[in-house]
């Protein structure tokens, strides 16, 4: 099973899998119907996660039902548990870069929130655009998520600064990427131009740096307060067992 996900993961482009994933989403979940693992997005439980990775494979952290991964499952305990994201009286706009499967349908249905989502590529982007030239007002938006989107921009830097413009003030951002907190500084090389080297290094072939803990004092330097916030600790461990999250992930929780 590793060896299949590798590939289809590998050659299939990623707007082509989200279509896919609508058919293949329900087959998968009754096959693997259980009680070891649970998803906290839908509540569902089965007796194994899938595997999930383009260089490496990571066992049991693909949610057969919802499709989420370690870092979704985190970040749906820490809306719901730590802010009034599903709960809040006052509707505050959202925009949503790269918007995930299992999130989207669930936060289009918030009454509570006026939700956009942003995207070149994804077809479920209201709005196609490119984040270092957004078509945005500056301080338009209350939240904004942007979540494992900046490791695969070149100009991380303008990147920033426009999610910077574009957030109101006070308003929070989350924007999640894959960490390697065991390096200091973050490491990129355009000289490694071949996919499966890319893959081995950068954790995916399209991503062009691994980002180190400099990352949180980067976001300082656009001009945002950043909580680095270690949420799995705040977790109870068989919790952090039970729905398959990554011990240790640091969610950058953002306000301008």
């Known amino acids: 099973m590793k060896k299949l996900f590798k590939f289809i993961l590998n050659t299939i482009p990623r707007p082509i899998l989200i279509?896919?994933?609508?058919?293949?989403?329900?087959?998968?979940?009754l096959l693997l119907k259980g009680s070891r693992f649970t998803d906290p997005i839908d509540g569902k439980s089965f007796r194994m996660f899938l595997p999930y990775g383009y260089g490496n494979q990571r066992n049991n952290v693909l949610s057969p039902s919802t499709l989420s991964l370690e870092r979704h499952r985190l970040l749906w305990l820490y809306l719901q548990n730590e802010t009034d994201f599903f709960t809040g009286k006052d509707k505050k706009k959202v925009l949503h870069f790269a918007p995930e499967q299992e999130f989207y349908k669930r936060f289009k249905k918030q009454s509570n929130?006026?939700?956009?989502t942003t995207d070149l590529l994804s077809p479920l982007a209201d709005v196609k655009a490119d984040?270092?030239?957004?078509?945005f007002e500056d301080n338009h938006y209350d939240i904004i998520f942007c979540n494992h989107v900046l490791e695969h921009i070149p100009d991380d830097t303008k990147a920033m600064q426009e999610l910077y413009r574009v957030l109101k003030p006070g308003g929070m951002g989350i924007f999640q990427?894959?960490?390697?907190?065991?390096r200091a500084v973050t490491f990129s090389d355009d000289s490694?131009?071949?996919?499966?080297?890319?893959?081995?290094?950068?954790g995916q072939?399209?991503?062009?740096?691994?980002?180190?803990?400099?990352?949180?004092?980067?976001?300082?330097?656009?001009?945002?307060?950043?909580?680095e916030e270690d949420y799995t600790n705040k977790i109870a461990p068989e919790l952090v067992k039970?729905?398959?999250?990554?011990k240790g992930e640091i969610i950058p929780v953002c306000y301008k």
Request: hydrophobic share 40%.
């Open 19 to 29: 279509r896919l994933s609508i058919v293949v989403r329900p087959i998968l979940a």
């Open 113 to 116: 929130i006026e939700y956009t």
């Open 131 to 135: 984040i270092c030239n957004l078509p």
């Open 177 to 182: 990427i894959p960490q390697d907190l065991s």
């Open 192 to 202: 490694i131009t071949d996919q499966k080297e890319r893959a081995k290094i950068f």
């Open 205 to 227: 072939y399209d991503h062009v740096r691994v980002y180190g803990r400099d990352y949180f004092d980067k976001l300082r330097s656009i001009g945002f307060t950043v909580i």
């Open 242 to 246: 039970k729905y398959c999250l990554a």
